[in-house]
């Protein structure tokens, strides 16, 4: 249905509350999960479906390759590296322990096996490898500031690396929001080097057999998991971020902080069947839908209609109750001057579903509105003027 609403006098911020009827009232269930902190977000509509401690920062362990990983694909695109570039491997780099593709100084490893080693095997050396080509200075420590300043430019505001790898060291953090953008960023930036997550062995030059197996525990579950990347130190516990597809919806999911593999299995599973089975999406508002009446200063008209440019779907709580509303808030900076161009953006309109984050559309001007002619402006003007001397703004009533 369409909404005409007016909000009320000029200030800076505007905001009214508006009912939105749907077929069902709409309510998320409530979701426990073992994990210390955990993230799951809906690809296509972008709604966060969980989180739990989420902007908290925290060891991220191995999860952090994901994002030398991206600087790598990064420079694949801009044409520093090709997949066939050859790298050396330095002494620092063949130093690390734990996981690795087991190089040596005397190799020369091509960037796509690097890549495949960080994805299949969580090589820490080939990580260094590619860090080190791919620094300021040549040293990992470069790289890791470098790193950190990309990730501030991607919205990852509490990323701060200390290393390439996710090797234990104070102050290698991020939320596991960060790691949510950061896989979205991957999945959406990066499509032609996806396909690299859901691989399932990579038995490089077959110097470690044992270790030639994708950790990733849900692939090949048949729950239509294809990636990304597991994590575990004793500070940080076991952690994924993960993604799933089924029929035309995808989600992603951040989880940290299980106390051990089969927990993290167990509880990545959980997720994503939640996620799937528990949200459907519906048809919300239609592009061109007036959904209120924001006041013009100095304009032809005393108000300009507002609307949003597309369709807007979202993902709601499979288990309703028939016959309700669905809260929504429209936000403005005011006061809007004319002229005014249709499209121009106005606004903000916030939409809520109880037990979900509130999703948010940009609002913009349905028509245009023109400035006022010189006895209008004077009018309005004098109008102002007494209402402020009597202490009385009058509010403009709802349509």
């Known amino acids: 249905m369409t909404l005409a609403k007016t909000l009320g006098s000029f200030g800076c911020s505007l905001a009214l509350a508006l009912g939105i009827l749907l077929p069902q009232a709409v309510k998320a269930q ?29 060891p991220p362990a191995s999860m952090s390759k994901l994002m030398t990983l991206n600087m790598t694909f990064e420079a694949l695109e801009d044409g520093r590296l090709t997949l066939d570039t050859s790298l050396p491997v330095s002494e620092h780099a063949m130093s690390f322990g734990g996981s690795t593709m087991f190089l040596n100084t005397t190799d020369r490893v091509r960037v796509e096996d690097l890549i495949r080693g960080i994805v299949v095997l969580s090589g820490n050396d080939a990580t260094v ?6 620094s300021p200075d040549g040293t990992e420590a470069g790289f890791a500031a470098l790193m ?34 950061l896989a979205e960023r991957l999945i959406t930036e990066f499509p032609q080097y996806y396909h690299y997550f859901n691989e399932r062995e990579f038995p490089f030059d077959n110097r470690a057999p044992d270790n ?50 089969d927990a993290r299995a ?74 005014i161009a249709a499209g121009t953006p106005l606004g903000e309109l916030h939409i809520a579903v109880e037990g979900l984050a509130p999703t948010t559309v940009p609002l913009i ?13 004077l009018g309005a003007a004098t109008s102002r003027a007494m209402a402020a001397v009597m202490g009385q703004v009058s509010s403009l009533s709802d349509n």
């Open 148 to 181: 950190t300043e990309r990730a501030r430019q991607l919205g990852m505001e509490t990323a701060t690396f200390r290393n390439a790898s996710g090797w234990p060291a104070a102050g290698h953090v991020m939320s596991m929001r960060d790691l949510g953008i």
């Open 30 to 58: 409530g979701f426990e999960t073992q994990a210390g902190s955990a993230y799951v977000v809906d690809h296509n509509s972008g709604q966060v479906l969980f989180a739990l401690n989420a902007d908290v920062p925290l």
């Open 129 to 134: 490898v590619l860090a080190e080509a791919l």
């Open 266 to 339: 167990g509880e990545a599973e959980r997720i994503v069947n939640w996620a799937f089975r528990q949200f459907v999406e519906r048809d919300v508002i239609a592009a061109g839908d007036i959904l209120a009446q924001a006041p013009v200063f100095l304009g032809e008209t005393p108000t300009v209609p507002l609307t949003v440019a597309d369709d807007v779907r979202m993902l709601l709580p499979q288990l309703t109750v028939t016959g309700g509303l669905l809260e929504a808030e429209v936000t403005l900076s005011g006061p809007i001057p004319a002229p």
């Open 212 to 261: 030639r197996f994708n950790r990733n525990p849900i692939l090949g579950l048949g729950i239509g998991a294809d990636g990304l990347k597991t994590g575990h130190t004793e500070e940080a516990g076991y952690g994924l971020v993960g993604s799933a597809v089924q029929g035309d919806r995808r989600v992603t999911f951040v989880i940290s902080g299980l106390p051990t593999a």
């Open 365 to 377: 001007a349905a028509t245009d509105v023109a400035q006022a002619g010189i006895m209008g402006r």
